[in-house]
Nanobody, 117 residues
Framework: QVQLVESGGGLVQAGGSLRLSCAASGIYFRINDMGWYRQAPGKQRELVATITSGGSTNYADPVKGRFTISRDNARERVYLQMNSLKPEDTAVYYC???????????WGQGTQVTVSS
């Protein structure tokens, strides 16, 4: 059974940084493409960033140049380094296995990120 556990969220002032972590289990992690999504209050969940099994990355336009996705196959974790945070980054952040830009698994509990102005 696939399990995804996100952590690292919190309250930060605009301009600050956070590093999110996602621990994956129940899968052969290193062969899977992974992604981070977010859902703000009253909005649909949106894709933030993806990283392939080979380490290629893609980012949504609003976060390009500010966020960095990475992975540690030995620890079966995917990370999202978020810098220069803005109030509009406030959302619950989720990780998932992806195929292209589409999620492949059910969602975990997510981790709340709140950016104050």
């Amino acid at each position: 059974q696939v399990q995804l556990v996100e952590s690292g969220g919190g309250l930060v002032q605009a301009g600050g940084s956070l590093r999110l972590s996602c621990a994956a289990s129940g899968i052969y992690f290193r062969i899977n493409d992974m992604g981070w999504y977010r859902q703000a209050p009253g909005k649909q969940r949106e894709l933030v960033a993806t990283i392939t099994s080979g380490g290629s990355t893609n980012y949504a336009d609003p976060v390009k140049g500010r966020f960095t996705i990475s992975r540690d196959n030995a620890r079966e974790r995917v990370y999202l380094q978020m810098n220069s945070l803005k109030p509009e980054d406030t959302a619950v952040y989720y990780c998932n296995l992806v195929r292209g830009s589409y999620p492949r698994n059910s969602w975990g509990q997510g981790t709340q990120v709140t950016v104050s102005s």
